[in-house]
């Protein structure tokens, strides 16, 4: 059973970095994929990263260029999302996933989401 748990959100000021992190407290985390997700205020929820269950691949939205990073401890069973220069566009609640690829679609598991706001 996959029980995912984000942490890390809060308000920072434009310019600034969060790091996320997820909690998976079954004992799966490392037979999946991970992935993280954005949805903002009145808009659709949208993938942000995702990496593979050895960690060796990652894959990033278009967007993100260099800004946003995904790593992951299996010993841990955490996921975690380092965010920098960060803007108030970013502003969402932030949701981890787990699935069976890395990919922006396809996760079977989610977390409640974490509160990221940016302030101009």
């Known amino acids: 059973q996959v029980q995912l748990v984000e942490s890390g959100g809060g308000l920072v000021q434009a310019g600034g970095s969060l790091k996320l992190s997820c909690l998976d407290s079954?004992?799966?985390?490392?037979?999946?994929?991970m992935g993280w997700f954005r949805q903002a205020p009145g808009k659709k929820r949208e993938f942000v990263a995702a990496?593979?269950?050895?960690?060796?691949?990652?894959y990033y939205a278009d967007w993100v260029r260099g800004r946003f990073t995904i790593s992951r401890d299996n010993a841990k069973n955490t996921v975690f999302l380092r965010m920098y220069s960060l803007k108030p566009e970013d502003t969402a609640v932030y949701y981890c996933?787990?699935?069976?690829?890395?990919?922006?679609?396809?996760?079977?598991?989610w977390g409640q989401g974490t509160q990221v706001t940016v302030s101009s």
């Open positions: 990496i593979s269950w050895a960690g060796g691949s990652t």
């Open positions: 996933a787990a699935g069976p690829g890395v990919a922006p679609v396809g996760y079977d598991y």
């Open positions: 079954g004992r799966t985390f490392s037979n999946y994929a």
